[in-house]
């Protein structure tokens, strides 16, 4: 079974631009969450789509968004980068009724 | 509001020596508990889990961690450590809130381990 895979691996990005994370959840897992984990501060949590639907977020600005596709892939953007925004973007994915997430290996993103 | 504390940012201990990571919790009830292993430049990967039942759980790799309710701790031991489980470690509370399930993570303990 495949698990949770991220693209791309690695991201460079120059101050203001747009960035896009891809994120294909295990199969049959419907909820999809997004951590930002930069240097230092721990995992914060970002998002969470369940069903195509947004359901949380956390404490980040409006230009952190995203989407949730009918086949449960998901998709973050982040618009007007900032040099803060270097970070790795982790991906995890579950089934509702389930306790506990499996991690994709992360996107990691560099705003130059 | 959950939360999780790791009071150990880094340690290090020598190959073959027995590890004990620490992990407190705040959560009004029963709590969802988790260990995470994160190797450099790499996701998450679950070591162990408790819900309910035998508080000592036995996880992948040789790891146990042991919950105890009275001191609102939940860490993690191996008893004799090997050169690559040198990684950041994370404890993490879950619950559920408002028909969702909330997963908070601690700051992570980086351990090194030396020859």
């Known amino acids: 079974e495949a698990g949770v895979t991220q693209s791309p691996t690695h991201l460079i990005k120059t101050r203001g631009q747009q960035a896009t994370l891809r994120c294909s959840p295990i199969s049959g897992h419907t909820s999809v969450y997004w951590y930002q984990q930069a240097l230092g501060l721990g995992l914060q949590f970002l998002l969470w789509y369940d069903e195509g639907e947004e359901r949380n977020r956390g404490n980040f600005p409006p230009r952190f968004s995203g989407r949730q596709f009918p086949n449960y892939s998901s998709e973050l953007n982040v618009n007007a980068l900032e040099l803060e925004d270097s970070a790795l973007y982790l991906c995890?994915?579950?089934?509702?009724?389930?306790?506990?997430?499996?991690f994709g290996s992360g996107t990691r993103l560099t705003v130059v | 509001a959950q939360s999780v504390t790791q009071p150990d940012i880094h340690i290090t201990v020598s190959e073959g020596a027995s590890l004990e990571l620490r992990c407190n919790y705040s959560y009004g009830a029963t709590p969802y508990l988790f260990w995470y292993v994160q190797s450099p430049g790499q996701g998450l990967q679950l070591l162990l889990k408790y819900f309910s039942g035998d508080t000592l759980v036995q996880g992948i790799k040789g790891f146990e961690a042991e919950f105890k309710r009275s001191q609102s701790s939940f860490n993690l031991r191996k008893p004799s450590v090997h050169w690559s489980d040198a990684a950041e470690y994370f404890c993490a509370v879950g619950a559920r809130s408002r028909g969702y399930q909330k997963v908070t993570f601690g700051i992570g303990t980086k351990l090194q381990v030396i020859p």
């Open positions: 995890a994915s579950n089934d509702l009724g389930d306790y506990g997430y499996t």
